[in-house]
């Protein structure tokens, strides 16, 4: 709010002079609506002088004997990481700021404006819940086609999920058989070594998804339980899901729901369908701007036919899970540690658990999710998956 009075007169000039009371506002979604200790500075357009004030606990500052006329307007705020923090639920340093050109302040007047700062979005996509472990058929077989990724929006503002990608990770979850080994490119912490990767597709502002909103991208986009020939019990209807990785292929193999858009297939070195570990994935959401710049690379000591592998460099990863067999299969850790530094493991696969990120606070109704980079800390196993959901 922009407000001020007459206080007093110029004697030799018969200029009146007015307090001006500017209030900052932090963006919506922040825990508090007035910005302490921010900077503002007011510029007169005719007579290039500038004077600053440091806004107080309830947002004002304070400008005594202003000479009305056009007014050029600055307020600017630096948040620590800490501060950021409990105002947004991210930890990140952010600089917020607002301007106002030409404003009339005219002497006597009682008016208002507002003075909301500005700035990017603090926090990012994080994946919220990776449902893995597939689910038993009534007759005691197994089924994997229920799989579903959902990604939610943890900042504070809008995001756009075209052009996102995601990816599985190379490598075993755990020694799955007596002979499994990690993987050979485990030595390389400054890379992830994908396996087969997907594309949100979009012009750039096609999937807007709001603070606190996420989508779901389901391996078969079906309500698996209410259909015989899937799997009546499957715990997920993912008729609705956003989007689905299709595989196709000659043999017809994948299902494909003409009501759900597809995943665009960027490099694929799976099988009919995008399945990943049941006993555990690795996964990654990034984004760049020219894929085919990234490195393909031989897996060492794997046959010539065997595909090679994408090495995505650290930097351009938003964020990552990792799932391995058991507690005791640590050694098999396929994320770099700088990305990573933990993983979670389900009872066993074919249970229907799903790996959920946790919730860390609540500002203002939004939903904020942990984020400290540690699979460990940020998710947690859950009997039944939570689509579009925390109930």
Known sequence: ???????????????????????????????????????????????????????????????????????????????????ALELTGNAEEVSLSVSESNVNLISGANETMPLKLRGSAVGDFVIKEVYYTGSQRPEGGNYFNDQFHEIYNNSTEVLYADGLYIADVF?????????TEPTPFQDDQDHVYLNSVWKVPGSGTDYPIEPGES???????????DNPDLNPNSPVNLGDADFETYNQRDDDRDVDNPNVTNM???????????????????????????????????????HSEFPPRIQLPNELVIDAFEALQNSQSGDYKRIPLDIDSGFVSASGTYTSESARRVTERIIDGRRILRNTGNTSEDFEIIATPTPRSFD
């Open 264 to 302: 665009e297939r960027v490099y694929f070195t799976g099988g009919f369908t995008w399945l990943v570990p049941v006993f555990g994935p690795g996964l990654v959401i990034f984004r760049v701007d020219d894929f085919d710049s990234l490195e393909q690379v031989a897996v060492p000591d794997a």
């Open 215 to 225: 989508f779901i991208i389901a391996q078969t986009a079906q309500d698996h339980r």
């Open 1 to 83: 709010m922009l407000a001020f009075s007459l206080t007093s007169c110029d004697s030799n000039s018969d200029i009146n002079t007015a307090e001006v009371r500017l209030q900052v506002e932090y963006p919506d979604l922040y825990a508090e609506t007035y910005a302490e200790n921010a900077e503002v500075t007011i510029t007169s357009v005719e007579r290039d002088e500038s004077e600053s004030a440091t806004t107080d606990e309830n947002g004002f500052a304070v400008f005594s004997d202003v000479i009305p006329g056009n007014y050029n307007i600055r307020a600017e705020i630096e948040l620590s990481a800490d501060e």
């Open 171 to 179: 490598g075993p979850a755990g020694q799955i058989n007596p002979n």
